[in-house]
């Protein structure tokens, strides 16, 4: 549930809004993207092993969907002179249901898309990787996941806010999902056209918001014209980020921002 002061909104996970309209539209993308979704498909783009940049996706239908979306990857790969992508999924291992929709979709992604170097699907407890080989996806046995295993992704992005982290391992991406997942410590940056139509959806580090004026206005123009975005949108839980925020909305560096908390399993959208 969403809250606000005249009203009550049901939270429907199973509509995933592709236009902004509201404050409530963009609370509830930040809040999809780290769910257990199997809409939600976060993309790590990579060159030689080293994060260029990343995104989430959101399907509000596969099929609709598919063929902007591979243009979509196909666009940033280019844009970003990456030479390799990851597909991250947060996923309830109850649901058989959320496995097998993502893997005829994987199917098709790594077949269509050059660079596909492995799909990581991941729960609180468990997790499980699948690769390609031969043009054939290999579904490796479902382990338990070992948080102590793998970087230190928050001492890393004190000093490297943008998150090009060179990735040794897969206990690597591992926990850059899990820390992605973390409503405390990342926050999401939003993107759309003149349409309001999203065309990027990402979490950022709450590290990124005490760099300069100029370095986050020089990171959104960088942006913009990667996305041929208009308007930029950030959303947090944390009260120094959104503070920062409205700072950054008035001197016109993003268009707006909205802060929202998780009472129980309500989200109410507040003003600090």
Known sequence: MIRTKNKILK????QITETILNKEDLVKISYLAKSPNKKAIKIIYVRDETIIDYELILFSNYKKQYINTIHKIVNRLYSLNANGYYLLCNYNFKHISFFTANIKLIKSLSKDVEGF??????????????TKNDNKLIV???QTVNKSLGINIQNILKDNPYMRIK?????DLIKILYEMNDFKNFSTLIITDINNKVVL????????????YRQIGNYIKNILKQTNGEKVFLVTQNKFFFERALELKNEKHITSCVAYNMIGKNLKIIDY
Not at 11 to 14: G, I, P, V, W
Not at 117 to 127: A, F, I, K, P, R
Not at 167 to 171: D, G, Q, R, V
Request: glycine share 2%; proline share 0%; hydrophobic share 35%.
């Open 11 to 14: 939270l429907d996970t199973k």
């Open 117 to 130: 170097l492995g799909y990581l699907v991941l729960s609180d407890h468990y997790y499980t990787w699948i």
């Open 140 to 142: 490796e046995r479902r």
């Open 167 to 171: 990735i040794n391992s897969k206990n």
């Open 201 to 212: 959806n990402k979490d950022i580090s709450n590290y990124f918001i005490i760099l300069s």
